[in-house]
């Protein structure tokens, strides 16, 4: 336990792991617009059937 304080492990382990969540945030972030225009592009002809 002395050694997991002395290193800062958790501290350690929080960095990281919020850098990696971050990392993937930032790689798919034009995720959900990407789906909204491929949804609109499906549905835009039905549109004119209203």
Known sequence: MACKR????????AAVEGAYRERLV???AQTPALHR???D???EPAAGLG
Do not use: D, P, T
Not at 6 to 13: A, D, K, P, T
């Open 6 to 13: 002395e290193m800062n492990l958790v501290g350690v382990w």
């Open 26 to 28: 930032e790689e798919h």
């Open 37 to 39: 225009e491929q949804r």
């Open 41 to 43: 592009a499906r549905f």
